[in-house]
Nanobody
Framework: QVQLVESGGGLVQAGGSLRLSCAVSGRTFSGYAMGWFRQAPGKEREFVAATSRSGVSTYYADSVKGRFTISRDNAKNTVTLQMNSLKPEDTAVYSC???????????????????WGQGTQVTVSS
């Protein structure tokens, strides 16, 4: 059974930073492509960032490019999302997701992922 547990959410002022972590257990972490998604109240879940199973390839939503950085540590079974220059519109529940794959590509749509964490709230005040 694969389990994903996010941590690091909270309340921050606009312009501030937060670092989200996602710990993955259950199978060989290096066999998963990983992604971060977010969902604000009344809105659909949207893609934020993704990394390939090797970590060499990453991809970002235009709305976060240049502000957020996704990285992974295959030795520690974790993926992180460093969020800088936060804006009120970044407020949402952030979830990590895992997709078992042999490909070295990234994945950007929720339906491509097989496993999800419970999410962590990020609130950015103006």
């Amino acid at each position: 059974q694969v389990q994903l547990v996010e941590s690091g959410g909270g309340l921050v002022q606009a312009g501030g930073s937060l670092r989200l972590s996602c710990a993955v257990s259950g199978r060989t972490f290096s066999g998963y492509a990983m992604g971060w998604f977010r969902q604000a109240p009344g809105k659909e879940r949207e893609f934020v960032a993704a990394t390939s199973r090797s970590g060499v390839s990453t991809y970002y939503a235009d709305s976060v490019k240049g502000r957020f950085t996704i990285s992974r540590d295959n030795a520690k079974n974790t993926v992180t999302l460093q969020m800088n220059s936060l804006k009120p519109e970044d407020t949402a529940v952030y979830s990590c997701a895992a997709k078992p794959t042999i490909s070295l590509r990234t994945y950007t749509t929720p339906r491509e992922y097989d496993y999800w964490g419970q999410g962590t709230q990020v609130t950015v005040s103006s």
